[in-house]
């Protein structure tokens, strides 16, 4: 998938009005995705980074710009998120001139609508109303199944890109594999009160 795929849905998705149209600019974006880039997809339309915070600050983004703009984009999705997983483990002595330098080769790759759906991204603040249970809603009705299996798949995986994956790839059936496993993280959810312990287990 192209990044600008994702940049052009995210954009529409700011643009859309209702709630419906916006989960179903996702869920077509989502499709498009494929097995294969559903996850960073999915990560980048909830406004996440699958690599978690970079610690790219404004300052940093800001030093790296890089004049020049292709007129016509480019770059793949995994492009994007592979420059992004070398930010995220140049560490030691000299890292912050490798971070500048794979920042200047991203940028100087990216359009003008590319940099700026990138910068909102890596500062956290994409704000394109499309929040986790939109996106939640989004993947499921890509993927034809129920939105609440897929908030308790996510939930057991601790996250729903993997989810959004393993649905485009195998479909329905991939949901079984979300399960509670010992030392996995899961989300957290919304709780209920009971009337005693044995109500609550």
Do not use: N
């Given at each position: 998938?192209?990044f600008?795929s994702?940049?052009?849905a995210?954009a529409?998705?700011?643009?859309?009005?209702?709630?419906?149209?916006?989960i179903?600019?996702l869920?077509d974006a989502?499709r498009?995705?494929?097995?294969d880039?559903a996850a960073?997809?999915?990560a980048y339309l909830?406004?996440?980074l699958p690599?978690?915070?970079?610690?790219?600050?404004?300052a940093?983004?800001?030093?790296?710009?890089?004049?020049e703009?292709p007129?016509?984009?480019?770059?793949?999705?995994?492009?994007?998120?592979?420059a992004?997983?070398r930010l995220a483990?140049?560490?030691?002595?000299?890292a912050?001139?490798?971070?500048?330098?794979?920042?200047?080769e991203?940028?100087?790759?990216?359009t003008?609508?590319?940099?700026?759906?990138?910068f909102?991204?890596?500062?956290?603040?994409?704000r394109?109303?499309?929040l986790?249970?939109v996106?939640?809603?989004?993947v499921?009705?890509?993927?034809?199944v129920?939105?609440?299996?897929v908030?308790?798949?996510a939930m057991?995986?601790?996250?729903?890109?993997p989810v959004?994956?393993a649905?485009?790839?195998?479909?329905?059936a991939?949901?079984?594999?979300?399960?509670?496993?010992?030392?996995?993280?899961?989300?957290?959810?919304?709780?209920?009160p009971?009337i005693?312990?044995?109500?609550a287990?």
């Amino acid at each position: 998938m192209q990044f600008v795929s994702v940049v052009e849905a995210s954009a529409a998705v700011a643009a859309a009005a209702g709630r419906l149209r916006k989960i179903e600019i996702l869920a077509d974006a989502i499709r498009a995705a494929g097995p294969d880039d559903a996850a960073i997809a999915v990560a980048y339309l909830a406004g996440d980074l699958p690599q978690g915070r970079l610690g790219l600050g404004w300052a940093t983004l800001r030093d790296a710009h890089v004049e020049e703009a292709p007129p016509t984009p480019s770059l793949a999705l995994r492009d994007v998120d592979a420059a992004c997983d070398r930010l995220a483990k140049a560490r030691g002595r000299g890292a912050h001139a490798l971070r500048a330098r794979i920042l200047r080769e991203l940028l100087a790759r990216m359009t003008v609508a590319e940099r700026d759906f990138f910068f909102r991204l890596a500062l956290g603040e994409l704000r394109q109303g499309a929040l986790q249970g939109v996106v939640t809603e989004a993947v499921a009705r890509a993927a034809g199944v129920d939105a609440g299996a897929v908030r308790r798949a996510a939930m057991l995986a601790g996250a729903l890109p993997p989810v959004a994956a393993a649905l485009m790839r195998d479909g329905p059936a991939a949901l079984a594999a979300f399960r509670l496993r010992l030392f996995q993280p899961v989300q957290p959810m919304l709780a209920q009160p009971a009337i005693g312990l044995g109500e609550a287990l």
